[in-house]
Antibody
Framework: QLQLQESGPGLVKPSETLSLTCTVSGGSISSTSYYWGWIRQPPGKGLEWIGNIYYAGSTYYNPSLNSRVIISVDTSKNQFSVKLSSVTAADTAVYYC???????????WGQGTLVTVSS | QSALTQPASVSGSPGQSITISCTGTSSDVGGYNYVSWYQQHPGKAPKLMIYDVSNRPSGVSNRFSGSKSGNTASLTISGLQAEDEADYYCSSFTTSSTLGVFGTGTKVTVL
């Protein structure tokens, strides 16, 4: 059974960089059939797609975050990561990692991790 | 790219059927059969319920069904049960500047 687990700091200061890692177990991140994505959800609000990455490194980002986000993959560790720079309180959210298939669908999700931006 | 439009809330009694709409444009919902639906209980991660407009992943109850007409997709829950009370989000592939977009979300209440 495929499992995804997010990890990283739960508190980030304004103007700093948010960094999270997703560890994939029960399957290979190098599968040619899938992409790997990050989605976030501010408290009490809806889902917002951040971006996707293919194991070979090609990336797709939400244009609203494009200038601040970098998603990378480490196939040796079966992990992928997200970095979001210059964060503000508006970036406070539960961040989810997920497996993505063609057609912008996410079939396996991590449990999510709350990141709070505050001084 | 704006979020797909969903009603804020839908309610129904146990055993009834309800339908949630998801309205987009010809660049997303109307242009491709890549509409998905997710169920999210409080404090939990979203769960894929429908993909490619009308397909159910293994393990999802056949009380959940999806359809599409023009720029609007729909999720129907038949034989409504207490456990169906949750938030529901649609999503679609899009050819706009982003890869895809989520809906605004609908809270389903079982009366």
């Amino acid at each position: 059974q495929l499992q995804l687990q997010e990890s990283g700091p739960g508190l980030v200061k304004p103007s700093e960089t948010l960094s999270l890692t997703c560890t994939v177990s029960g399957g290979s991140i190098s599968s040619t059939s899938y992409y790997w994505g990050w989605i976030r959800q501010p408290p009490g609000k809806g889902l917002e797609w951040i971006g996707n990455i293919y194991y070979a490194g090609s990336t797709y980002y939400n244009p609203s975050l494009n200038s601040r986000v970098i998603i990378s993959v480490d196939t040796s560790k079966n992990q992928f990561s997200v970095k979001l720079s210059s964060v503000t309180a508006a970036d406070t959210a539960v961040y989810y990692c997920a497996r993505s298939r063609d057609g912008f669908l996410f079939d396996y999700w991590g449990q999510g991790t709350l990141v709070t931006v505050s001084s | 790219q704006s979020a797909l439009t969903q009603p804020a809330s839908v309610s129904g009694s146990p055993g009834q059927s309800i339908t949630i709409s998801c309205t987009g444009t010809s660049s997303d919902v109307g242009g491709y059969n890549y509409v998905s639906w997710y169920q999210q209980h409080p404090g939990k991660a979203p769960k894929l319920m429908i993909y490619d407009v009308s397909n159910r992943p293994s393990g999802v109850s056949n009380r959940f069904s999806g359809s599409k007409s023009g720029n609007t997709a729909s999720l129907t829950i038949s034989g409504l049960q207490a456990e169906d009370e949750a938030d529901y989000y649609c999503s679609s592939f899009t050819t706009s500047s982003t890869l895809g977009v989520f809906g605004t979300g609908t809270k389903v209440t079982v009366l």
